[in-house]
């Protein structure tokens, strides 16, 4: 029963929606109305539609309370009422997962689906398809089949279209129906042709080859449906992606081909897929380019804003290519359409000159109160990536960006802003004190508690390495004073941080820390307390291992491993070497909280990749004992073709002293089972093959793993680079591909791989150290050892840091990988843990005269690593 508004309802807008304050048990008496005779059809679709409105509302239907209305509605059929029939089969559909039993109407929708009354048949298909399951499918596939080529194109496309959500539970039988959909495809009418390729498609998606013949065939013939051929182009490209994008492929002339199409849907898809290919050159990219220009003139501003925003983005990776298109961009600069404006000038940015920056960045200023914050987003990153491309003009925009900070928006257009700002701070050393103390000034009136927090964790970063560190404090300890906790305890890191690098500042920061150890917070005064005894020290290396670089493990590692600790109670003391590395640090592991989020919800912590591998390799009894795994190799290495009889990738896993090599191997030869699969390794070096793990059975198209077990080198410590012989060894037994029975004799066959490489990356585990010096201090000089090499076959200073990142397998910190422009000298840093937990840092001071000349000092904790670093290099 409907509730009557108050004057305060009215008032509020309450009285727009007659369904707004609904209740269910009301609902459900009501429909009691259904049993009675004769049948009232306006009543009773009334009392359907506010079921239906309850049901999409959220509200909980019992399955009892469900089952009964819904069989009371079953006696609504009897009406020929043509609005209550269309509302009783949406019903069925929306409670077909809720009541019991609902295959009782299967008759009524049959007989609609087959009756004269061209209305019901549609969607009485598609009700019927939505409660049948698969095993009474069969029953109704005659009847579909015939839909499926029905002449009416209401009744086509709903069995199309029900026939394809039917693929997800019935691939089998769906698949029967092909040579109807086939018929269907040949539909003069666009929507039910459109459906019918969509049909073929997904049932021969996994079929690559059959995919490439339905495209040529349909291609070849033309299509009559703009939306089918906007699918094709996009089938097409999908399939040119997989086949690394070859532009002499029949796909890519289809593509280019749909340009002359004389649908302007269909030109804007085949223009928007060229561009999204990857790998495109400006010269493969200038067709649909010149096709987007045309838009840009357009009449219909649906076109105008797709084509000006698809140049936006080719402008992000080839600005040349869109510079042709400036005189038609400049003319959209006055659209009446601000969001068309807004795009043409944010093109515009990317792609004009550095003298036409000044006179576009006042366009903007004229109007940026005027658009929304989606497409503020988009200025902001046009001018992110104008301050890489012309750094001198850092300080105009940055000053743009400060006035844009200060006025309205909402989190993600003010994180927009706050990105580029940091992201200006570090690619220009020169902007850095401009750009801190306009984020100083923002987080006075901050209300996104991730961005006060982020920009307290920058400025206790770079704050003390300016000329003059003093000035910020007041902003930091401002937060303390005036902010809620989470801001605070981030104000008391950023604080202490200070008082870690200054030892002029110290005494002011202890006092500042004082304070705080009386907050109301428990995270506020436990950091404070913990700085303020850390500090007191006095230590350098304290400093730099608790307060400067903190710890490098995973923070989801760290918890599971305590959680693990407290289960399984040992005498030994936890060991934070046996928890995994992060490659990030501390501060950036934390998932940031939405800026409305005030209650902090337990969540399930997801298992990291070399988590999941600890636990496979734990379970396998030849790997008891080995210890905590340290590092697995990012990515397997392929020992095969992909397109041969077995497919072997590899995996290296690295423990302290032993390297298992994990061997994911497929038979892709359907008359035959392989059995009993190892791959014996032979290495160069003084590794030793302990043990091998056969894979027990191999059959046709099923995965299955075997391991190898290495021991690491004893004699020649240093001697960490290999190359490992790889042999497939294997029992080989024939099946009948039909049947899969297995003949019970089999012979003994071997299948050579590729080589597999170790190097001393393998060895190695990223970890970013943020303030470099600070660790630097920390691990001491006692194994310090430095030599002189010359990179004979390298010319630049850009390609030497490359190699040297990419061979090492360390972490560049300080974004000391970017090599500044016209320089002939550079430092690089890198940071790692070595297997068994030592700490390695590297500086490489690199020199370019007619060579490149590197100087490499190399620390540890232990002499090992050092000795190694030192041996691979040279």
């Not at 793993?705 to 080198?713: D, K, Q, R």
């Amino acid at each position: 029963m409907l509730k009557k508004f108050d004057k305060k309802d009215e008032e509020s807008g309450g009285g727009s929606n007659p369904l707004q304050h609904l209740e269910k048990s009301a609902v459900l008496q009501e429909a009691r109305v259904f049993n009675e005779t004769p049948i009232n059809p306006r009543k009773c679709a009334h009392i359907l539609t506010k079921i239906l409105y309850l049901i999409n509302q959220g509200e909980h239907l019992g399955t009892t309370e469900a089952t009964e209305a819904f069989f009371a509605m079953t006696k609504l059929f009897q009406s020929n009422d043509p609005t209550l029939r269309r509302m009783c089969y949406l019903t069925i559909k929306e409670m077909s997962c809720i009541a019991e039993d609902v295959i009782i109407v299967t008759s009524s929708l049959t007989k609609d689906m087959t009756g004269k009354e061209d209305n019901y048949r549609g969607p009485a298909v598609r009700a019927l398809c939505q409660i049948t399951d698969s095993t009474m499918l069969q029953a109704v596939e005659r009847y579909m089949k015939q839909a499926i080529v029905d002449k009416v194109p209401s009744v086509s496309s709903s069995a199309l279209v029900s026939s394809l959500h039917l693929l997800k539970c019935s691939f089998d039988v769906v698949k029967r129906w092909v040579n109807e959909a086939q018929e269907a495809a040949s539909s003069d009418n666009i929507m039910v042709q459109y459906h019918a390729l969509g049909l073929l498609y997904h049932v021969r998606k996994n079929d690559r080859l059959a995919v490439s013949k339905m495209i040529s065939k349909f291609t070849r013939h033309g299509l009559k449906s703009p939306f089918a051929y906007c699918m094709m182009i996009r089938v097409a490209s999908k399939q040119l992606e997989e086949e690394d994008g070859s532009r002499d492929s029949p796909l890519f002339d289809f593509i280019e081909s749909c340009l002359r199409n004389k649908h302007e849907m269909v030109v804007y898809e085949a223009a928007s897929a060229i561009v999204n290919l990857p790998g495109c050159s400006a010269k493969e990219l200038a067709p649909a380019v010149s096709v987007l220009q045309l838009f840009c003139s357009s009449p219909k501003a649906a076109l105008r804003y797709a084509a000006v925003r698809t140049l936006n983005k080719v402008a992000m990776k080839h600005p040349s290519a869109v510079t042709a298109c400036n005189l038609d961009l400049e003319n959209l600069v006055t659209d009446s359409n601000r969001s068309i404006a807004t795009l043409a000038i944010t093109t515009l940015l990317k792609t004009g000159s550095e003298s036409s920056i000044d006179r576009l960045m006042k366009q903007i200023s004229s109007f940026m109160s005027e658009i929304s914050d989606e497409f503020k987003v988009v200025v902001v990153q046009a001018i992110s990536a104008l301050c890489q491309k012309y750094p001198r003009k850092h300080a105009v925009l940055m000053n743009f960006l400060f006035t844009m900070l200060r006025e309205e928006g909402g989190f993600e257009y003010k994180r927009a802003i706050v990105d580029c700002i940091i992201s200006i701070i570090e690619e220009n050393s020169e902007s850095k004190e401009t750009g801190l103390s306009h984020l100083c000034e923002f987080i006075e009136d901050c209300e996104f508690t991730v961005l006060a927090t982020r920009i307290l964790h920058l400025l206790g970063q770079e704050g003390p390495k300016t000329n003059n560190p003093s000035k910020y404090i007041r902003f930091i300890y401002n937060r303390v004073v005036l902010e809620h906790e989470e801001v605070r305890a981030g104000a008391v890191s950023a604080l202490a941080k200070f008082g870690a690098q200054n030892e002029e500042m110290l005494p002011s920061i202890l006092v500042l820390l004082k304070r705080c150890v009386m907050d109301d917070d428990n995270e506020v005064r436990d950091r404070a307390t913990f700085y303020l005894n850390v500090l007191e020290q006095k230590q350098t290396a304290l400093n730099a291992g608790y307060i400067l670089n903190g710890l490098t493990v995973s923070i989801p590692g760290l918890e599971r491993a305590l959680q693990q600790y407290t289960l399984e109670p040992s005498e030994k003391p936890f060991d934070l070497k046996s928890v995994p590395l992060a490659t990030t640090p501390m501060a950036e592991q934390r998932p940031e909280s939405t800026a409305t989020a005030t209650v902090k919800q337990p969540e399930k912590v997801a298992a990291t990749r070399q988590e999941i591998f600890q636990e496979q390799l734990a379970a396998v009894p030849e790997f008891q004992g080995l210890g905590p795994l340290f590092k697995s190799s990012p990515e397997p290495v392929a020992l095969t073709e992909s397109e041969t009889e077995y497919v072997i990738r590899c995996t290296k896993h690295t423990f302290s002293d032993h390297l298992v090599f994990q061997f994911d191997c497929t038979n892709t030869l359907n008359d035959q089972t392989l059995e009993n699969v190892t791959v014996q390794m032979e290495p160069t070096e003084a590794y030793e093959v302990l043990s091998y793990v056969p894979a027990r059975s191999l059959p046709y198209n099923q995965p299955g793993t075997c391991y190898t077990l290495v021991a690491l080198p004893k004699e020649d410590p240093t001697a960490v680079a290999c190359t490992f012989s790889c042999v497939m060894k294997f029992t080989v037994k024939d099946c009948d591909p039909n049947t899969g029975e297995i003949d019970e004799e089999g012979y003994e066959d071997e299948y050579v791989l590729e080589d597999l490489e170790v190097t001393v990356a393998d060895h190695i585990q990223k970890v970013m150290k943020v303030n470099f010096e600070a660790a630097w201090d920390e691990v001491g000089d006692e194994f310090e050892k430095e030599e002189t090499f010359t990179l004979s076959t390298v010319k630049t200073l850009e390609e030497a840091v490359g190699n040297i990142v990419k061979f090492l397998g360390m972490h560049p910190c300080e974004r000391s990988d970017k090599v500044p422009e016209n320089k002939n000298t550079h430092t690089l840093l890198l940071a790692g843990v070595f297997r068994g937990g030592h700490d390695i840092l590297v500086r490489s001071r690199l020199l370019l005269l007619d060579t490149v000349t590197m100087q490499v000092t190399a620390r540890s904790s232990e002499e090992l690593p050092v000795d190694i670093i030192l041996a691979s290099v040279g």
